[in-house]
């Protein structure tokens, strides 16, 4: 349907696989680009530089707009024309810059390869590229299909295209490399691996690259959740391959297949991998809920507009998750339709596998001279470091040093059994105690047929607990555990102070109530389950009033 330019096509089918693949990006190959206007932005780039080893020399900055949304002709203008001559002339692409302009405006170039290993934009870049009437025309309307009669792009799209040279704009191109793993050197002379150190604010900018230097060092830890259910059959297929191949991580999973997204109620505790739709703004429990992101954290939400805006802490999705911690993500800056996305399967594979952040995002991404982003540290490698290794260096000052723990008692239970994992779960405790593995434990201890065993391990939350927002849940489930235990007192005690719990969202509140009134009556603690009921009542918002009426 979308072609690209004849001789980049047939060199493409010729050689594509036979020319040996491009070894993995160095911080050397790395060119980062900021907007000269914006000091904080030319700061952001010689934060990152100096962070991952990369030579001051390969930091490029032009004037730009401010503004994330320019024009055609601005973009022309002020970053395409700017970055080409510039990576030309300083050996970047191989290449000249010839007289004249093309129909688009752009300074006629011819370009023969590059040495780009990645391209990073520093927040101040612009983002969008609206559509300009000048670069469309008859011929454009008669070859793309009415979605995609369109100029406008991200700005990230575009620029992976630029040692392609004068190609058309209008509408999206196939990217070669797509689902390949192991592109050639040949295919990835024409392209450039485009990611974006951006968001909300400067800070949260910084704390991409912090958080993915840290993940990097010392592994992923904590849990995965995927939120299935989306209007389009593709995607949800999307969402199930993604849980299959987690399960076979030994990650925590939690999956949830009710609509629209996961709520403030369900267990979110260390969500180090996120996968959902189909939401246009940041909601449920990412929005209501004050969670606690692990280093590293990669959150992947679909929807079409997820990056409309990457500078507003709750508008769409890819700026508000990086804001709330965030290490890498990706968004959609128009329209791109289910197909025009990431594809997570391909995405979340490459990761698994030992890939980069920016390689998983080259052989996910189907069309350039569209409409997504990447957000985070291209060199970022989530998976460098085995879960054999991180075992070895658990420790007790490390909040998230249980969810290694989890994963490995995951692994074993796969591997060996539940009373294998139940004995390394009890032994670790002792080093990396925590709610989520006291949870984790006592549940396979009771499986098990240990209760005495199980109750033991759980007798530090008989009285009082100390929990974070995030927290709650997971304590809601040790409550649980104490009343399948009998011992009703002390999950009656543990939820009536969850129910209370600075910072827990109401619709927390009224979930543990529920659960609260449902344990008690079961018990025979008829007096205490009206109390609970009460205050269900008190908490619960009226009913919204009827259309026409206040």
């Not at 004849?6 to 990006?25: G, K, N, Q």
């Not at 391959?241 to 076979?248: H, I, K, L, R, S």
């Not at 909601?283 to 004050?290: H, P, Q, R, S």
């Amino acid at each position: 349907m979308f072609r690209w330019p004849s001789i980049f096509s047939l060199v493409a089918l010729l050689f594509c696989s036979a020319v040996p693949s491009r070894a993995a990006i160095e911080p050397e190959s790395v060119v980062i680009v900021a907007n000269s206007s914006d000091k904080k932005s030319l700061e952001l780039a010689s934060y990152y530089a100096e962070r991952r080893g990369i030579p001051e020399d390969n930091i490029f900055a032009f004037p730009m707009p401010e503004q994330e949304t320019i024009s055609g002709l601005d973009f022309v203008k002020t970053v395409w024309d700017p970055l080409t001559e510039a990576f030309i002339r300083s050996g970047w692409m191989s290449g000249a810059v010839r007289s004249g302009r093309d129909e688009f405006t752009r300074q006629n170039v011819m370009v023969f390869g590059n040495k780009i290993g990645a391209l990073v934009l520093c927040k101040g870049v612009p983002l969008r590229v609206e559509h300009e009437g000048l670069f469309y025309n008859d011929s454009d309307e008669k070859r793309l299909p009415k979605p995609f009669r369109t100029t406008r792009a991200s700005v990230d799209s575009e620029l992976a295209l630029l040692p392609l040279g004068n190609y058309r704009l209008a509408g999206p191109m196939n990217n070669p490399v797509y689902d390949q793993e192991n592109p050639s050197s040949l295919a990835m002379d024409k392209l450039v691996r485009v990611s974006r150190i951006d968001g909300p604010s400067y800070s949260a900018a910084r704390r991409m690259i912090d958080s993915a230097l840290k993940a990097e060092e010392n592994g992923l830890k904590g849990r995965a959740y995927i939120d299935i259910g989306g209007p389009h059959k593709n995607g949800d297929r999307w969402m199930e391959e993604v849980a299959t191949a987690w399960g076979e991580t030994d990650f925590d999973l939690d999956i949830d297949r009710g609509r629209p997204v996961i709520k403030a109620s369900a267990r979110f505790d260390a969500p180090v991998l996120y996968l959902g739709w189909y939401t246009r703004s940041i909601a449920g429990v990412w929005k209501e809920l004050d969670v606690v992101v692990p280093p590293g954290a990669i959150a992947f939400h679909i929807h079409s507009f997820s990056a409309k805006t990457i500078r507003k802490r709750n508008a769409g999705w890819s700026g508000p998750l990086v804001e709330r911690g965030v290490a890498a993500t990706v968004g959609n800056v128009f329209e791109p339709y289910l197909e025009g996305t990431h594809n997570p399967v391909l995405f979340f594979d490459s990761l698994v596998k030992g890939q980069s952040l920016a390689e998983a995002a080259m052989r996910s991404n189907r069309f350039f001279s569209w409409q997504t982003i990447l957000l985070g540290d291209p060199l970022y490698r989530p998976f460098a470091v085995p879960l054999e290794e991180q075992i070895q260096v658990v420790s007790p000052i490390d909040p998230f040093a249980q969810y290694v723990v989890i994963r490995e008692m995951n692994r074993l239970i796969r591997e060996k059994g539940e009373a294998a994992a139940a004995n390394f779960g009890k032994r670790k405790f002792m080093e990396t105690p925590g709610f989520a593995l006291a949870l984790k434990t006592a549940a396979l201890l009771r499986n098990e047929g240990r209760s005495v065993e199980a109750l033991d391990l759980l007798s530090p939350f008989r009285y009082s607990v100390t929990v974070a927002p995030d927290e709650i849940a997971v304590v809601v489930g040790i409550a649980e555990e104490f009343a399948a235990l009998g011992d009703t007192a002390s999950a009656l005690r543990l939820l009536e102070a969850m129910a209370n719990s600075q910072g827990a969202p109401l619709d927390l509140q009224l979930s543990v109530l529920q659960k609260a009134s449902e344990v008690a009556k079961t018990s025979g603690e008829y007096i205490k389950a009206e109390e609970f009921r009460k205050q269900y009542e008190l908490r619960k918002p009226p009913p919204p009033a009827p259309k026409g009426k206040k």
